[in-house]
């Protein structure tokens, strides 16, 4: 009834993007896959973005997503999930070092996303959490995340800190050199 009174959202649906999208768009598309609403066109662009975007990202949230799975049909999330599994979880002494790829201004909470990410994986595939490799891996990214938070929290010769007091007029020409323009 929905459609019969908005056809337009057909358009949209051949249009739109999965990834970031809001749960209300998401909760749509996926009401209308299994129905086979949404054009096959539509749906297989979807599920490669989808599966695209995750692999090259490390973002597992799609493998405990309940809200996409429905967009995948047959084999085609088994395959995305096995894909995920070959280049994530297949070696993860080498993880570490592939995060170095990616970039951002929150250095700490993106390596934090990926130990998520991660965790999410090893739960979806079953891998048992006294697996030594990925202990491995979560002391190593805990570390680092440690020392990117120690290095924000402590930004090198950026906070002010007053000249040491010697005498009076030491104190105070110090004084009325750092506020000279205040007056200006």
Do not use: C
Not at 23 to 49: I, N, Y
């Amino acid at each position: 009834m929905v459609l019969e009174v908005r056809p337009d959202i057909f358009e949209w649906a051949s249009k739109v993007s999965a990834i970031g999208f809001p749960v209300s768009g998401t909760l749509l598309l996926a009401a209308m896959a299994p129905w086979e609403f949404l054009p096959e066109e539509s749906r297989l662009r979807l599920v490669k973005d989808i599966s695209d975007h995750s692999i090259q990202s490390l973002d597992a949230k799609p493998l405990k997503d309940e809200i996409l799975q429905p967009l995948f049909k047959g084999a085609e999330f088994t395959d995305y999930a096995e894909r995920f599994r070959k280049e994530w979880l297949s070696d993860p002494a080498s993880v570490f070092s592939d995060l170095g790829r990616f970039s951002s201004d929150d250095e700490a909470g993106m390596y934090t996303d990926f130990r998520e990410n991660l965790r999410i994986a090893q739960r979806y595939f079953e891998i048992d959490d006294d697996d030594e490799a990925f202990a491995e891996l979560y002391a190593e990214l805990d570390a680092h995340i440690e020392e990117l938070e120690a290095k924000a929290s402590s930004p090198a010769g950026s906070a002010w800190s007053p000249p040491p007091s010697g005498g009076s007029d030491t104190s105070s020409a110090a004084a009325d050199t750092i506020f000279y323009d205040v007056d200006d």
